[in-house]
């Protein structure tokens, strides 16, 4: 059993910043990515960034410059600090690991997401 737990998610007015967290717990041997997405109603759920193992990040372009995803290991937790938020950035974020649970099963996991308002 594997848990996802995001926070950190609330309302801002445009222009402001906000740090969302999340920590991955249970039956894991390694988290081999972890990533932050969005989904607005009636869209699809798209990626905001991710980081793997190495180090490797990747961003949707339009937050480029704007948003920053870091990883604690030692605490199986991912952040991703937003600046200067949009209100068309009005959404429900959600964290996701994809996780090696050992006994060569790896799989992917979602938190119940956390929502953020940007205000104009």
């Known amino acids: 059993q594997v848990q996802v737990v995001e926070s950190g998610g609330g309302s801002v007015q445009a222009g402001g910043s906000l740090t969302l967290s999340c920590v991955v717990s249970?039956?894991?041997?390694?988290?081999?990515?972890m990533g932050w997405y969005r989904q607005a109603p009636g869209n699809e759920r798209e990626l905001v960034a991710r980081?793997?193992?190495?180090?490797?990040?990747e961003y949707a372009d339009d937050v480029k410059g704007r948003f920053t995803i870091s990883r604690e290991n030692a605490k199986n937790t991912v952040y991703l600090q937003m600046k200067s938020l949009k209100p068309e950035e009005s959404d429900v974020y959600y964290c996701?690991?994809?996780?090696?649970?050992?006994?060569?099963?790896?799989?992917?996991?979602w938190g119940q997401g956390t929502q953020v308002t940007v205000s104009s």
């Open positions: 996701n690991a994809y996780v090696y649970t050992g006994i060569g099963v790896w799989d992917s996991y």
């Open positions: 249970g039956s894991i041997f390694s988290i081999v990515a």
């Open positions: 980081i793997n193992s190495g180090g490797g990040i």
